[in-house]
């Protein structure tokens, strides 16, 4: 049964929010404020070559620290915690055999799927780390100026060059095939007119690099002794054993030296080296090089260290977009977007606050709530940040976008640090991995709408937009799905005990559909890029809200229900004239007390008033 609402839907404005304007003394990069972003994890995405795919022996020095047969690389296909024959057959359970899994992606595979992603809409990408590093996830990097040898066409040829170089001495250094694919890479993406920021790992180095290594063979002879936070040094007559900071106490992740001005010289000048090397490789212009920086766990960085930074990137290029993974509160993060040190952080905040009104149900909380919060962040920085800052929903860092909404109500996901762990089937076997239901997909719907729609760059975590679903890390870092390829059905829990649904894994065509309808009325209405916006009417009883999106003679307007009853609004104040359905594709004109919309639970309306 519909429940009707009499309002004058067009006419109760609460917050407003200026269309984009540069301010001369922070200036950020325009483009960044027009693009749908989507976030790439190399190893998962696509296996384009496969006479790269990676050995056992390249895993060392990376968890679990095991580099002994049985191993092979994991079939893309299979059902994600069916433990294979190769793996049974160490006595591990899965969630120690599962961080022993590579699949094979590569860069081959993305500049395959370029088209793939133009085709969507997309028109920047953010890659997680591609350097060279033993995990999966290659946040232990083994150094930054050279990707992974087994990501490239001659992994074998490429670890002699690697070899024969003197990391100190960038004169030595040389371009691997993996780097010429690279650079390949940033060439195809620019040439469809596309954007590409790569991730820097600027806080810590991974036990395998060439400083740490030498570390700890030469211990205080060392050249790189001051390169790391030592704690101690060995002394073997004092009994004094050889220690050192690991980022979070992990040891695998040996962190660098700061000093009151950040890194200290030795990374620093590394890092400043290896962002130039690919900004602007061999100084041939920056139009080679990627676009910006995605800086990891910059919290864990002084300020000083970005400011430095921050100059030394513009320098390079003006237009150069830098983003940083600071999931906190406002107060934190406004020294980072005072326009000394970034344009924008992955705008964690805003997913949180759609979390608690559109995912959520028994929790939600009200539209003027969910106004407010927003509002905050919109009016926390100066006016051209909001535009460019990274709204996203999920990550690599986070359960899944669908599975998020799945098992909605039952956790915070603004307590990060605790959502961390309870979104993570390892921790918390109550969290549902399996395929979620069709009201999730609905509720997806609306998400993406409102994602599209609002005020900053939506970025898209891949496969969401095909439906996949997965708890947090690991299960979040499945293979990414293709038509040209069968999945298996997900049978089995990590246990491997069978689950008490199959959950069919395969490409959800309607979700997919709806990204790419809903990204290209973005892409197509520059309103919604760098318009003005305004809240137009808020209903906390039954949970609608409507805004605008104003660019000179261009005027969008959304209507959200995230109730879970479907409403009739009568719109007897609505404007007169001719307006269009963005969705539908259809025309109606509005009379003055005659005009009514309907919208089904979690139901959104994109509306476009025609001259």
């Known amino acids: 049964m519909k429940k009707t609402l009499f309002i004058g839907l067009l006419f109760t404005c609460t917050t407003v929010q200026a269309q984009f304007v540069q301010d001369s003394s922070f200036l950020v990069p325009e483009w960044a404020a027009k693009v749908v972003w989507y976030q790439i994890f190399p190893e998962r995405f696509r296996n384009g070559d496969p006479k790269n795919d990676p050995i056992l022996k390249d895993q060392a020095g990376s968890y679990p620290f095991d580099i002994n047969p049985p191993w092979e690389v994991h079939s893309w296909s299979s059902d994600w915690y069916e433990m294979q024959a190769y793996e049974k057959q160490n006595g591990k359970d899965f969630w120690y055999n599962v961080q022993r899994r590579r699949y094979g992606g590569d860069l081959q595979g993305i500049i395959d799927k370029l088209d793939y992603l133009k085709s969507l809409g997309i028109g920047a990408i953010y890659l997680n780390p591609i350097f060279y590093a033993p995990s999966h996830h290659k946040y232990d990097q083994i150094c930054y100026h050279h990707v992974d040898p087994s990501f490239g066409p001659d992994p074998v040829g490429d670890k002699k060059i690697i070899e024969a170089e003197k990391f100190s001495d960038p004169d030595t250094w040389k371009w691997t095939t993996a780097d010429k694919?690279?650079?390949?890479?940033?060439?195809?993406?620019?040439?469809?007119?596309?954007?590409?920021?790569?991730?820097?790992?600027?806080?810590?180095?991974?036990?395998?690099?060439?400083?740490?290594?030498?570390?700890?063979?030469?211990?205080?002879?060392?050249?790189?002794?001051?390169?790391?936070q030592i704690k101690t040094f060995e002394d073997k007559k004092k009994g004094i054993q050889f220690d050192y900071e690991g980022w979070f106490g992990i040891k695998q992740l040996p962190e660098l030296n700061e000093d009151e001005e950040g890194l200290v010289n030795g990374p620093r000048e590394y890092v400043l080296k290896t962002t130039e090397r690919w900004m602007n490789p061999d100084k041939r212009g920056t139009e080679f090089g990627v676009d910006g920086w995605r800086l990891d766990v910059a919290f864990c960085m002084k300020h000083s260290f970005w400011r430095d930074y921050r100059r030394w990137v513009k320098l390079l290029n003006p237009e150069a977009y830098l983003t940083a993974e600071v999931v906190d509160s406002v107060p934190v993060l406004k020294p980072y977007l005072n326009g000394e040190e970034f344009d924008a952080v992955m705008n964690y905040n805003f997913s949180f606050a759609c979390y608690e009104f559109m995912m959520c149900d028994q929790t939600a909380i009200k539209a003027?709530?969910?106004?407010?919060?927003?509002?905050?962040?919109?009016?926390?920085?100066?006016?051209?940040?909001?535009?460019?800052?990274?709204?996203?929903?999920?990550?690599?860092?986070?359960?899944?976008?669908?599975?998020?909404?799945?098992n909605a109500d039952k956790y915070a996901f603004r307590n990060w640090g605790d959502y961390f762990g309870k979104s993570q089937v390892q921790r918390n076997p109550e969290y549902d991995s399996g395929m979620p239901d069709e009201k999730t997909f609905n509720k997806m719907k609306l998400c993406v709408l409102f994602q599209m729609m609002y005020v900053g760059a939506p970025m898209i975590y891949y496969g969401d937009e095909q439906g996949m679903w997965g708890a947090n890390d690991p299960d979040c870092r499945k293979p990414m799905l293709w038509p040209d390829i069968a999945y298996t059905s997900e049978k089995y829990l990590p246990d491997q005990t069978a689950r008490n649904r199959l959950s069919p894994v395969r490409i959800n065509n309607d979700i997919y559909e709806y990204y790419r309808q809903l990204i290209q009325i973005r892409n197509s209405n520059t309103c919604l890029q760098t318009g003005s916006y305004k809240t137009l009417y808020l209903n906390d009883s039954s949970r609608v809200m409507a805004f605008e999106r104003v660019l000179n003679d261009q005027r969008i307007v959304v209507i959200m229900n995230a109730s879970a009853q479907a409403l009739t609004l009568p719109m007897k104040e609505i404007a007169p004239g001719v307006w269009y359905n963005m969705e539908s594709k259809k025309k109606f004109r509005a009379k003055r007390n005659d005009s009514a919309i309907e919208l089904n639970p979690y139901d959104g309306i994109i509306l476009k008033q025609l001259k």
């Open 181 to 228: 694919l690279a650079l390949k890479l940033i060439e195809e993406v620019h040439r469809r007119g596309m954007y590409i920021i790569f991730d820097g790992v600027f806080n810590h180095m991974g036990q395998e690099s060439v400083p740490f290594k030498d570390v700890v063979k030469h211990q205080q002879k060392s050249r790189y002794k001051y390169w790391f």
């Open 368 to 406: 003027s709530e969910f106004d407010a919060r927003l509002q905050l962040l919109r009016m926390a920085f100066p006016g051209q940040v909001s535009y460019v800052m990274q709204n996203l929903f999920d990550s690599h860092d986070t359960n899944r976008l669908s599975s998020m909404i799945y």
